[in-house]
């Protein structure tokens, strides 16, 4: 009941067992709080004493999870962010790469959690069949008004959507959106044609950032951030809804890195000024910081404690 009252909804949160291996039994790592948007409540984050994964328990029943997904979640600019532009040609990169060892004339596509779109658009340009599920309202009305994509509106579990149609499915950073990541992936299983490919990406709770940071790792993003992997509980969970990891790698991003620091600095920042860092100032400071920290990023992945994983797995033949 007291974990309740911190939430601020005593009838709003529920407490799962493991999402991964089913136990009851989890220690308390730290409280968590939402760093990003600045919603009141505090959020534990544990890790289950039998598997290792490490999830919000007690979290937002899925009625009360939408409130910590404003329209300002979604990024809606005109013109896309250079680094939104890197992440979505990244991820079209790595399926250009897949699909040489493949002989696929059109492959056709789901990017679930596919926001504004973009990843669809340069992926329907690159000749890939294409559509998405996304849960904003608005960012679907976007993709559809500027890109004119199939996005379903809804989520993975309510999309109508035939079995073994889908060569590819993309899940980037979505994952640990889910409040049932394995009954997703089964999901996801059910829609890939044997031999498909399922590219996804996660925050890695076993990284170097995630040691350092602790309950102020940007990359919890309490309580959006209902579970958090590391490459065997990521790998264990593929296993669970019988899909095959070829390769977990770990990203030599730098976003969990920079944010975390920025999040600390601009903090700081506000309570001295006592007036918000206008956007000009944020993103300068954020630019330096990415360029500091592409080495130091890069390194922790080459020894495996990358702030991210890439998981690419196959559904069996």
Known sequence: MVVEERMGQAASVESPDCLLCGSSSARTLFIARDRLLGRPGEFP????????LVF???????????SFYPDTYYPLDQQPSREAFAVAEG?????????????LETPSILDIGCGTGL?????????????????SESAVAYARANYGLDVHHGTLENAD?????????????VLEHLP?????????????RPGGLLLLGVPNIGSIEARIFGRRW???????????????????????????????????GTAGLVYSVMGDLTGV??????????????????????????????????IGRGGALEAYAIKPE
């Open 218 to 252: 940007f990359s919890l993003d309490a309580p959006r951030h209902l579970s958090h992997f590391t490459p065997r509980t990521l790998a264990a969970a593929l296993i669970a809804a019988g899909l095959i990891p070829r390769r977990i790698i770990h990203s030599p």
């Open 269 to 302: 920042m506000l309570k001295l000024r006592g007036r918000p860092l206008s956007d000009s100032t944020y993103h300068r400071a954020a630019n330096v910081l990415h360029r500091v920290a592409r080495p130091l990023c890069a390194g922790a992945a080459r």
């Open 91 to 103: 991820l079209l990169a790595r399926i250009t790469e897949w699909r040489r060892g493949q002989r």
């Open 56 to 66: 919000l328990r007690p979290r937002p029943s899925p009625s009360a999870l939408g």
């Open 119 to 135: 990843f669809l658009h340069l992926a329907h340009e690159a000749g890939l069949r294409v559509r998405g599920i996304e849960l």
């Open 161 to 173: 959507l035939p079995e073994e149609s889908f060569d590819i499915i993309t899940m980037w950073h």
């Open 180 to 192: 049932s990541p394995v009954e997703a992936l089964r999901r996801v299983a059910r829609l890939l």
């Open 45 to 52: 984050v544990v890790r289950c004493t039998s598997c290792g």
